[in-house]
């Protein structure tokens, strides 16, 4: 088993940045892809962008290139979020994931445990 746990959401206007953590313990994070997600009120979780196990390849939506970076200490078994020129679109739950069965890593299908998510509030 994997617990996942997000931190550093909260409420900023739009222009500004957060970093989100997200928090691994239970196996070895390490070896694991880990994936940031989101979902917006009314609307399905999407990809956001993802990591591998090494930190040496990263992965990102369209709409997130450019302001977005994310990035992985493993040994503090944290993976991060940095959000820069952020737009009230980006306005989410945002949830990380990871995973130790494979799969399509920008797909929700890749990740089979989940952490319980953080609010990010972008005002205008």
């Known amino acids: 088993q994997v617990q996942l746990v997000e931190s550093g959401g909260g409420l900023v206007q739009a222009g500004g940045s957060l970093r989100l953590s997200c928090a691994a313990s239970g196996r070895t994070f390490s070896s694991y892809r880990m994936g940031w997600f989101r979902q917006a009120p009314g609307k399905g979780r999407e990809f956001v962008a993802a990591?591998?196990?090494?930190?040496?390849?990263?992965y990102y939506a369209d709409s997130v290139k450019g302001r977005f970076t994310i990035s992985r200490d493993n040994a503090k078994n944290t993976v991060y979020l940095q959000m820069n020129s952020l737009k009230p679109e980006d306005t989410a739950v945002y949830y990380c994931?990871?995973?130790?069965?494979?799969?399509?890593?920008?797909?929700?299908?890749?990740?089979?445990?989940w952490g319980q998510g953080t609010q990010v509030t972008v005002s205008s």
């Open positions: 994931a990871t995973s130790d069965t494979g799969g399509v890593l920008t797909s929700i299908s890749g990740y089979n445990y």
């Open positions: 990591i591998s196990w090494s930190g040496g390849s990263t």
